[in-house]
Every structure is written in C-alpha cells, then in structure tokens.
C-alpha cells in the first residue's frame, strides 16, 4: 500500500483541475457515525454546533478523507419551515408534524430565514468551526436537501404522493417556496465560503416515475443549481438513493457537477451513461459490506468500484453508496480509504484490478 503524496485539500484541488493526483479521492458519507465516539447523544448533537463540528473533526483526524461536510439533515429545511422534528435520545431525527396537513394552507407557506430559522444556524455556526480548525487540510462543504425531498417533510410523503396526481399546480407552487428557501441557504453558505451538495432521496425511481421527476423534481434542482452558478461560477453535486438509472439524463440536464449514486445501481454503466458529463461517486454497500461485512469484504469492494469506475472520463470519487449506519465499526472505513491506497494509486496498476480477488 502506498502513502499518500498529497493532502487532501491538494488532491481534491487537482482533481477538480483535472491535473495528475496521487490516488483516486475517497470521500465516505459518514452521517453520524462519529457521535457516539465524542460522547455524545443524538439528541444533544443535533443541537450543537459544537458538537456538529467536533464529529466532523474527529472522523477526519482519524481517516483523512477527501472531503468533510456539516448536514441540515434531510428534515433541517423542512424544520425552518415549520414542520415540527422528533428527536429521540439516541435515534435519528424523523418528521412529527408537516407545517402543511391541508393542501389550501400551501398558499400561506413562507421560505425560511437560513440565518434565523429552526437549526440553520447552528448548521452554519458549526461549518464556520470546522473551516477554523481543520479547513487549511480538507475541503469543507454543506449538504443540504433537495426541494422535493424537503416537499415530503412539508406536507409528508403520502400527501406529497397524492397531491402530485390530485393538485400539481399547487405541488408546483408548494416547490417553487421550497426552492426559495434552498437559493437563501445557499446564499448564506457562499457568505461563509463553502459549497453545497444536495441529498435527494425522495426522488428516487423507487418512489416516483422518470415522468414525475422530470416534472416535479428536476426543474427545481435546475433553479438551485443556478443560483450557485450565479453566485460561485461552480455547479453542485447530488446523491440519489435507491434505484436512479431511469432519470440519469434527466438528473444531468439541471447542471450538477457529480452524482453519487446508491449501490442499487451498477458502476459500470453509470460510467457508459454518465462519465462523460459529470463525476461520478459512489457505491461501496454501506450496509452489507461496510457496517456487516469484514475489513476483507470493504477491500473487495473498493476493488470492484475503482476497477468499473477509475477510467470514467470526469472522474470518479470512491464513496459509500449511502450514508453509512451509525456504530459501524471503525476498521471497516478505515479499509475504504485504505483500498483506494492499495488498488486506486497513480499510476493504476490494472493487473491488481482484474487479476483474481
């Protein structure tokens, strides 16, 4: 195995260059994973930014991963909007009550202040802390969701379904608000320096149709995209969970700059369908390999990513194909960054990829 040549924040800065890096980037969704190791409860987590940014530092120094991210959650826009959030002592936060249970009351909806509303500025405060302390060594970003997966935490996902088919002009108006309030996040993000990444699962085939997507999500994508173009010159980046092949041209059409694509999908065509337009990420099993399998089962799976993906024209980042489950043991992330050591360095030997286990 070798030892990295360069930082982090160099490899990810010659990366986006598109210039010579010492190995592949690997950049692990590692969600709260970190929380119970600094002695924390989920619940006091959530509302700390102290305790945020502490989670974030500490998985780095121990992994040195490719980039580090603080997270409004799937529900953190939601909340500022309104929608009341559970948080269990030692669970992850879900929706308790949508700020929107009547369709009529959609029309009342406002966007929220990122600088005063629900968690946000925590979620700030504690990005601000991590560029302090480890910023100089590693790209810091925000990852916030996108407008239809907010929409389901608005108005809950079964009214969301259903009001797609029954209401779709006010499903629109409900989206064209969401957004907003995603355009003022990122606008105080880019205040503070950073990027943001989007996380939409709830756009996933596995929930609604290409159709739907292409309709309802994508549009609105579009407009968060460019509010980030207009402000940065740069475009942004999306996961979608669960099964996404059938909206990969819908998905590229609003601009996103990589897609991080779930382990439901194959690596290898992705990089046929996608390579040439955007970098891709993803899509070692968070589940079955990285918190139930062995250190050996991670670097088999690393192997099997870089060798489908390492040659996709736009790059490809190793990543978990979701974010991976909380007590998780350590040694099994470790291997994720180790196997991009061993199997992702420059120049890559194919030998190593395609000769046996």
């Not at 120094?61 to 009341?84: C, F, H, N, W």
Request: hydrophobic content about 35%; overall charge negative; some cysteine.
């Amino acid at each position: 195995m070798k030892d990295d040549q360069m930082t982090p924040k160099e490899r990810m800065s010659a990366f986006a260059q598109g210039l010579e890096t010492d190995r592949i980037p690997c950049v692990p969704d590692m969600g709260v994973i970190m929380v119970p190791l600094i002695g924390m409860t989920l619940k006091d987590y959530y509302h700390s930014a102290e305790g945020m940014a502490e989670a974030v530092i500490e998985s780095f120094k121990i992994l040195r991963q490719d980039g580090v991210s603080i997270t409004t959650t799937l529900r953190g826009i939601a909340e500022a909007m309104g929608s009341k959030i559970c948080y269990p002592e030692n669970n992850i936060s879900f929706l308790d009550t949508p700020v929107v249970k009547n369709i009529d009351e959609i029309e009342n909806l406002k966007p929220c202040n990122p600088e005063k509303d629900g968690r946000l500025p925590l979620v700030f405060k504690a990005v601000r802390i991590v560029i302090k302390e480890i910023g100089h060594e590693v790209d810091v970003g925000l990852s916030m969701p996108g407008p239809f997966t907010t929409a389901a935490s608005v108005v809950g996902t079964e009214n969301l379904l259903k009001w797609m088919l029954k209401y779709p002009d006010k499903i629109h108006t409900l989206l064209e608000i969401i957004t907003e309030s995603n355009n003022r996040f990122i606008e105080k993000a880019v205040d503070i320096g950073v990027g943001v990444g989007i996380s939409e699962p709830i756009s996933s085939t596995s929930l609604i149709s290409a159709k739907q997507f292409k309709n309802f999500s994508a549009p609105y994508i579009k407009k968060n995209v460019d509010k980030m173009k207009s402000l940065t010159g740069h475009s942004m980046g999306i996961h979608i969970c669960g099964k996404s092949k059938d909206i990969w041209e819908s998905v590229m059409d609003t601009g996103v700059s990589s897609f991080s694509i779930d382990n439901a999908e194959d690596l290898e065509e992705a990089k046929k369908i996608m390579g040439d337009r955007v970098t891709i990420l993803g899509n070692v099993p968070p589940v079955d390999v990285i918190q139930r399998g062995t250190k050996e089962d991670v670097l088999k799976s690393v192997k099997e990513c870089i060798r489908k993906a390492y040659n996709s024209k736009k790059g490809y980042i190793l990543a978990s194909g979701c974010e991976i489950p909380m007590y998780t043991p350590m040694e099994n992330i470790e291997a994720l960054i180790d196997g991009t050591r061993i199997y992702g360095s420059y120049p890559i030997k194919e030998e190593l990829l395609f000769n046996g286990d």
